[in-house]
């Protein structure tokens, strides 16, 4: 099991960048596939973007490709969200997300834990 902790959200005027991280527990972290999720009020929980576990294979959102970008530090037990030239539509609570796989370039399609979220407010 891991549990996983966000940081990193605020309040930005678009155009702005902002760094989420979620740090994970545990000495296995380099066994889960990671993902980002958004929900903005009122909305369903939305794909952000994932990553695999070696890192070498990424998805992402049309609605941010191009603009956002996921990493991992499996020496630090983390996972980021790079966020660049943020629009107000990205406004939301956004939630970190594992999954243990067994493949090292599988990205999984759903997702087994959840961090409690961090809010990313962008204002126009």
């Known amino acids: 099991q891991v549990q996983l902790v966000e940081s990193g959200g605020g309040l930005v005027q678009a155009g702005a960048s902002l760094r989420l991280s979620c740090r994970a527990s545990?000495?296995?972290?380099?066994?889960?596939?990671m993902g980002w999720l958004r929900q903005a009020p009122g909305k369903e929980r939305e794909f952000v973007g994932a990553?695999?576990?070696?890192?070498?294979?990424?998805y992402y959102a049309d609605s941010v490709k191009g603009r956002f970008t996921i990493s991992r530090d499996n020496a630090k037990n983390t996972v980021y969200l790079q966020m660049n030239s943020l629009k107000p539509e990205d406004t939301a609570v956004y939630y970190c997300?594992?999954?243990?796989?067994?493949?090292?370039?599988?990205?999984?399609?759903?997702?087994?834990?959840w961090g409690q979220g961090t809010q990313v407010t962008v204002s126009s």
């Open positions: 990553l695999s576990r070696s890192g070498g294979t990424t």
């Open positions: 997300a594992a999954r243990r796989v067994a493949g090292a370039d599988y990205v999984p399609e759903w997702w087994d834990y």
């Open positions: 545990g000495r296995t972290f380099r066994s889960y596939a």
